[in-house]
Nanobody, 127 residues
C-alpha cells in the first residue's frame, strides 16, 4: 500500500524552526519527485518546495526562499523540509506529495501534477 506520512509539525514562535519529514512506505522514493504544499484556512493550496528524484533540482516559492530547505535521504525513503525564521503567515497544514519522474526531470511545482499525498501536518507560528 502506497503511503506518505508527514511528521514534525507543531506550534512554534515567530523566528523559530521546525523540520518536517515525509516518510514513504509501500514504494521506494528513488524515482519520485517530492513536493511540499501548504493550505491555510480559507486559502488555496500552494506549492512551497519540491525536489527531483536525484535531488539535483529544487524549487522554492518566493515566500520561503532563503528560509526553507528541502532535502532527501533515499536510503531512509524520506524527504525533509527544514523551515527556519518562521513567520505567522507560514501557519498552515503542510502536505507532501509524490510523482514518478522521468530520469533527469526537474521537479513539479503544481499540486495538479502529483499522484500520492500524505494526510498533512499542522504548523502554527504564533507567540
Amino acid at each position: 500500500q502506497v503511503q506518505l506520512v508527514e511528521s514534525g509539525g507543531g506550534l512554534v514562535q515567530p523566528g523559530g524552526s521546525l523540520r518536517l519529514s515525509c516518510a514513504a512506505s509501500g514504494f521506494t522514493l528513488d524515482y519520485y519527485g517530492i513536493g511540499w504544499f501548504r493550505q491555510a484556512p480559507g486559502k488555496e493550496r500552494e506549492g512551497v518546495s519540491c525536489i527531483s528524484s536525484s535531488g539535483g533540482s529544487t524549487y522554492y516559492a518566493d515566500s520561503v526562499k532563503g528560509r526553507f530547505t528541502i532535502s532527501r535521504d533515499n536510503a531512509k525513503n524520506t524527504v525533509y523540509l527544514q523551515m527556519n525564521s518562521l513567520k505567522p503567515e507560514d501557519t498552515a497544514v503542510y502536505y507532501c506529495a509524490a510523482v514518478r519522474l522521468p530520469i533527469g526531470s526537474v521537479c513539479y511545482d503544481s499540486h495538479e501534477d502529483y499522484d500520492y499525498w500524505g494526510q498533512g501536518t499542522q504548523v502554527t507560528v504564533s507567540s
